[in-house]
């Protein structure tokens, strides 16, 4: 029995000595911390007139002059990451000249080294400092990292810095890849990686588009929007008709979304899709593109399987002024089913939110949708009120 409590005994006394310990650590941990901030500090009010200096000559020729004296290891730092802060903020040629600080500085140098320390940490700290200097020639061993790690939130630091030091197409492509082999659905994020690059965005997104490999062109699809390219829209409508699924759903979103004149057989063709989210997009895009003669496809496709389709068709025709408005009334009384379903809750919502509109154009679209209504649903007699008389039950003839 004296045995099992002192074995408690000393369970208890390690374990208080070990959360000792621990909270020992974290007060020196914030120390340090708290330490190297007032450092940082310091050595910034230090080179203030340096930083100035540097601002006052970045618009003139010839090589700008190096950090004054013998640096130490965090001084160095510090001015390195005042270097990496200009260069995020400025183009052209004051970003080249930042950039050529960096190398004779001698900051690239020993990033590079660093690249092959034996802690991750480190390298990563490196491959972050690299891409914020636009280091080309540490893509080679960047992509060599990105390759042979597993992916984590860390695969993106080192792809986003081989992206801003990318120094040819080609670096970005075995970017892309090396980022979507481990199959997630990151599309969106590595074409915000991809936008980072200084190289030519025109030129690759075409190359992502035509592109064999199905997951770089989706990501060219989603770099694209925002993105003013003209030169991509004929090979967009190409991918329009692809067989992938996702590639022609998103390129169908862009393709209207660029308010192109639909012929009448693309309109039929993309309203007939097999895929729903190819049907719905369509049929959301034909009432801002004021295509009144596509009524009739919108009115049959209420009958969509599809919620969403039923619901982007029935917005569309009310879109569609009188006419579509029209056509809504009447499948909501010869319609049967979720037809009539989809129009009645269309109906509900717009004579809903019309009306509280106070612009004169407005209200006289209004007035216009609420004869029709009143046409095929009659007009709704208003319950008039008496005031001033209280009903009792009761028979009070005698």
């Known amino acids: 029995m004296f045995s099992h409590l002192y074995a408690a005994y000393v369970f208890i006394y390690v374990c208080l000595a070990l959360i000792s310990l621990g909270i020992i650590l974290l007060f020196l941990m914030k120390i340090s911390h708290n330490k190297e901030l007032r450092r940082r500090e310091f050595y910034e009010l230090k080179h203030q007139d340096y930083f100035k200096y540097l601002q006052a000559h970045l618009g003139e020729e010839g090589r700008l002059q190096l950090p004054p004296g013998k640096l130490k290891p965090l001084e160095r730092r510090v001015i390195q990451d005042k270097f990496m802060e200009w260069i ?22 020993e990033d590079l080294k660093a690249l092959n320390s034996l802690v991750y940490g480190r390298r990563l700290r490196a491959a972050y400092r690299l891409g914020g200097m636009r280091a080309g020639e540490a893509v080679p061993a960047l992509l060599q990292m990105l390759r042979k790690g597993k992916y984590s939130s860390l695969s993106i630091v080192v792809a ?16 892309l890849r090396c980022l979507l082999a481990h199959g997630k659905p990151i599309h969106h994020l590595a074409a915000d990686i991809m936008l980072e690059t200084g190289l030519d965005a025109g030129s690759i997104l075409t190359e992502l588009l035509d592109d064999p490999d199905p997951a770089l062109v989706k990501v060219g699809l989603v770099a ?45 063709k993309l309203m007939n899709d097999h895929d729903w989210e190819v049907r719905a997009e369509a049929a959301k ?49 010869s319609g049967t ?62």
Not at 160 to 175: F, L, N, P, Y
Not at 224 to 231: L, N, S, Y
Not at 243 to 250: F, T, Y
Request: contains cysteine; proline residues 4%; aromatic residues 6%.
């Open 88 to 109: 995020e903020l400025f183009r052209g040629e004051y970003r080249n000249r930042l950039i050529q600080l960096c190398r004779d500085a001698g900051f690239v140098e």
């Open 160 to 175: 986003r810095s081989i992206a801003k030091s990318a120094q040819t197409s080609g670096d970005v492509h075995e970017m």
């Open 224 to 268: 694209m929007w925002g993105q003013a390219v003209p030169e991509v829209m004929p090979v967009l409508g190409r991918l329009v008709g692809s067989e992938e699924k996702d590639v022609r759903a998103e390129a169908v979103k862009l393709y209207l979304s660029s308010n192109p004149a639909l012929k009448d057989e693309t309109i039929v």
């Open 285 to 333: 895009a034909l009432g801002p593109l004021h295509a009144a003669g596509s009524i009739p496809l919108l009115v049959k496709a209420l009958q969509d399987p599809s919620w969403k389709v039923r619901h982007n068709s029935a917005g569309s025709l009310a879109a569609l002024g009188e006419a579509g408005f029209e056509a809504l009334c009447q499948a909501a009384v």
């Open 337 to 398: 089913g979720i037809q009539r379903e989809a129009a009645i809750q269309r109906i509900e919502q717009v004579m809903e939110m019309e009306q509280k509109h106070s612009a004169i154009e407005q209200m006289v679209a209004y007035n216009k949708k609420r004869l029709i209504h009143n046409r095929y649903f009659g007009v709704k007699q208003p319950v008039k009120r008496m005031t001033g008389v209280a009903a009792v039950g009761g028979d009070y003839s005698a």
